[in-house]
């Protein structure tokens, strides 16, 4: 059984999930309206892993006995002064969602609530990943800097991730 605190702190984050899924569709949108649509692609995958995500705290809370509260979703920003701001804007936010992954494993451990800390493993681990691709392609996007052909290889690249929305079912 969860503790109110524990559950209210899950119910959170699930809100910061959702919250990144809509980020990032903002950022697909921002994209989209530059003609970079590899890149649009690529955020739209990224919302997609990120609504996962959120399904997997849903999941977690009703399995240990939880209520689920859907909060506020706050409102994303909608532009950025260029690609490469907009990208470093998506590093910080997932420098921020692991800050927010950490603060919960420790509320995790300060109650002995060991199945929290174990389902929050798989976050920790997820959250190096999302801050190493984030990270990567903030320095590609630095390489490129003005070089029209750069930005259209990058662009091309960034197309061929796969996008799986059956990701969202199968975390239900
Ligand atoms: Fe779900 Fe990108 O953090």
Redesign the pocket.
């Known amino acids: 059984m969860l503790s109110e605190k524990m559950e209210a702190a899950l119910n959170e984050q699930i809100k910061w999930?959702f919250y990144?899924a809509y980020l990032y569709l903002s950022m697909a949108a921002y994209f989209e309206n530059l003609g970079l649509e590899g890149f649009s692609h690529w955020m739209k995958a990224?919302a997609a892993?990120?609504t996962m995500?959120a399904m997997k705290f849903y999941r977690f809370v009703h399995e240990r006995g939880g209520r689920v509260r859907l909060q506020e979703i706050p409102m994303p920003p909608e532009d950025w002064d260029s690609p490469l701001a907009c990208l470093e804007y998506a590093l910080n936010h997932?420098q921020e969602?692991s800050r927010r992954i950490n603060a919960l494993m420790s509320a995790a451990k300060e109650e002995g609530d060991h199945a929290t800390e174990i389902f929050l493993q798989w976050f920790v681990s997820?959250?190096v990943e999302?801050e190493d691709s984030f990270g990567r392609l903030v320095n590609q996007m630095k390489l490129v800097k003005d070089s029209p052909q750069g930005l259209f290889h990058l662009d091309r690249e960034l197309a061929a991730r796969p996008l799986d929305l059956n990701l969202m079912a199968q975390e239900a």
């Open positions: 999930e990144s990224q892993e990120e995500h997932e969602v997820e959250q999302e």
